[in-house]
């Protein structure tokens, strides 16, 4: 029995729309309600965080967050040790705990595309004579600020001396009070003082040079007055700094092989001490408590994230970073390595579309 016109077309209809169907579920893209609320390991780590609320990595992880319709919970760890393994365990989605790029770390997670990078640094503290008129006491100091001061003395006087007695060959004559007197003795005087009040721009104009030679001689002369001054300060302000930096015995990380150095536990500043070049080594828990072991004097030296140590001794004077910053290293976030790739995906994206939209530098100057 043949089946009618109409009941063929019916037929037609239902199995176009089984197959619409199918091929939406098939289809489907990931449903980001699966992750909409997503558990975040942090750990104190300044700038990049302080708590559950504050800190570059947070505030970058929010508008990550935001912009792929998720909602971070954050839960707060003593280190990144404990946030690593908070990952592993399922605890957490996502470890964002200044976590640096290390190929031991690399085998149990995944790591994001790196947001922030830094290096490592070393901070001592300065003696009690360090700075002002205290730390210029020591014979030893005194004699090498003596000598930078001397030196500059001698060239100010060969220069006055030269100018001086050029100006006055040049403009000697007796045909006005401005003018230099034609005796050696009373125009070279005069030619002395001029010299001195055209080199530091005060000018005072009893004397002034007339003739076009003469006011060549007093333009190159204020030249140079202006260069020699800026040298003057620049040469000062770098003695006064190496005599600072000479109140530590600490310059480098070749000078800690026979320090007590404090490291943070966990933080990619133990790979310093494969080095063989620390000598005892005191881990702290939190970047708290390394501050705290340099500043009672339990350790001669830190190391740490050079970020990280300018934000903790900035209101501290008597402490300082000494040295360059070294072992470079990049901080990323961290997935579960089972079933985190659809975050770490999201995250790089992310990432990737915050730097190349601006937003990312807006942060970062926001923050440092």
Known sequence: MQMSAFAQFKRRIIGCLLLLVMGMILCRPFPVLA???????VCPFPPLIFNQTRGFSIELLDRICTGNKLEPV???YPNQESVVQAVLDGECDIGAAGIALHPLIERKVNYSLPHFESGLAIAVMKTNNSSGIAGLMSIGKLAYLFEVLGITLVFFMIGVSVIAHIIWLVERNDQGETSFAKSYRKGVVDAYWWAIVTMTTVGYGDKTP???VGKLVAAVWMIIGIVWFASLTATLSSAFTMINLESSSVRELSDLTDKRVGILSGSAGRMVHLYNYLGEV??????????NLLMNGKVEAVIHDVATLKYLIKDNPAAQIVGQVFARQQYAMIVNQENGHF??????TSLLEIKHSGAYQELYDQWF
Request: charged share 25%; hydrophobic share 40%; net charge negative.
């Open 35 to 41: 992750v909409h609320r997503v558990n975040v390991g």
């Open 74 to 76: 954050y839960r707060q």
């Open 210 to 212: 007339a003739r076009p």
């Open 282 to 291: 005191v881990y702290a828990a939190t970047a708290g408590d390394l501050e």
């Open 343 to 348: 975050l770490e995906e999201v995250i790089n």
